[in-house]
């Protein structure tokens, strides 16, 4: 069985921390391996449920500050670790509802056994709630609420506040974990629909923890014209991300906030023309593409070029890409030509 465990979670996370790259790399762009991603985060939450069913505690502890002090990054600058205590909650999809009741309480059991080893361990309280939360989903399901049966509904809002009252209640030993801060925030923003609930637990959990950065890259799930976020809280968040990840991303966290939230296929109207963004938006590509050479990186800053009318900034970005064995028959065409494709 440990064997198993290791072939799992171990060797997977081994191979993966090896190749994910510092920072500031000098490696060509698009020569990362950067493996599959969610086969690594498959491996991890089902060592660590195999560990909290066998109780291996020690082996659990051991991880979680792990994952709480590091944050690999792929070659792209993708976050490579997933959500440490979805392994603990895995088993609820599976679990068919007239045995729901009886899984969860076999859990509460393996979940006791690791609070009375390690009493001062956030872990356990956490993954309760993390358990509870999935729960809660599953009972509602991910449809529209108007297409939730009102049975339905109603347990996944008692199930959330059962997760939230506990997580509360062991606010002194479970705010010793980052997570406890995104968990938080999660369940009080689904119950509430407040989004400066979610960006105020951000930041407590930013100013506790501020090289953890997996809370902040979940609220931007929710910071969208989608979700009815208004202009100035969009900005705010903006203004704590780039501050947050200065350090390991210089600016180029906006880069990332605007490919996801504002570019793509989307909008482009505050960077075209001659815009007064474009030099901000501009700044933030490059210092992505310097943090993290990538050819996904060096093509998602060419077609926001394109877009900006920069077309001096697309044929530096075109003789870059012509240079990369994987992608440069992609790219074999003038700045003029390629962007006038993207129109």
Request: with cysteine; net charge negative.
């Amino acid at each position: 069985m440990t064997s198993l465990r290791i072939l799992l979670r171990h060797g997977v996370v081994a191979a993966a921390l090896m190749a994910a790259p510092c920072a500031a790399s000098a490696k060509p762009i698009g020569q990362w391996v950067d493996g599959n991603i969610d086969q690594l985060h498959n491996a991890l939450a089902a060592g660590n449920y195999m560990d909290l069913q066998m109780h291996n505690f020690a082996e659990l502890e051991k991880w979680r500050q792990h994952f709480t002090s590091t944050m690999p990054r792929a070659g792209d600058g993708t976050a490579v670790l997933p959500n440490f205590y979805l392994g603990f909650a895995q088993f609820v999809q599976s679990v068919p509802d007239e045995r729901m009741d009886a899984a969860i309480a076999t859990m509460d059991a393996h979940l006791a056994a690791y609070r009375a080893e390690f009493p001062r361990s956030p872990a356990p309280y956490i993954g309760r709630a993390q358990m509870l939360y999935e729960r809660a989903w599953k009972a509602r399901g991910s449809g529209f609420s108007s297409e939730v049966f009102k049975a339905d509904f109603e347990l996944y809002a008692k199930t959330l506040e059962e997760a939230l009252t506990y997580l509360v209640s062991h606010e002194s030993i479970a705010s010793a974990d980052p997570e406890y801060y995104r968990l938080l925030g999660e369940i009080e923003f689904q119950l509430t629909g407040d989004h400066s609930i979610l960006f105020q637990r951000t930041k407590e959990g930013l100013a506790k923890f501020p090289g953890y950065l997996y809370p902040l890259w979940n609220l931007a799930n929710y910071m969208s014209a989608h979700w009815g976020v208004s202009e100035e809280r969009y900005e705010a968040w903006v203004e704590l991300a780039i501050q947050a990840s200065r350090d390991s991303d210089g600016t180029g966290m906006l880069a990332r906030i605007y490919w996801s939230s504002r570019g793509g296929p989307r909008r482009y109207a505050d960077i075209a023309n001659g815009a007064s963004e474009w030099p901000r938006i501009k700044q933030a590509f490059a210092d992505e593409l310097e943090k993290f050479p990538h050819a996904i990186n060096a093509a998602r800053y060419l077609y926001v070029a394109c877009k900006a009318k920069d077309l001096t900034v697309a044929d530096e970005l075109l003789g870059k890409l012509r240079l990369d064995p994987a992608s440069g028959a992609l790219f074999n065409f003038s700045a003029n030509d390629y962007c006038a494709r993207q129109e």
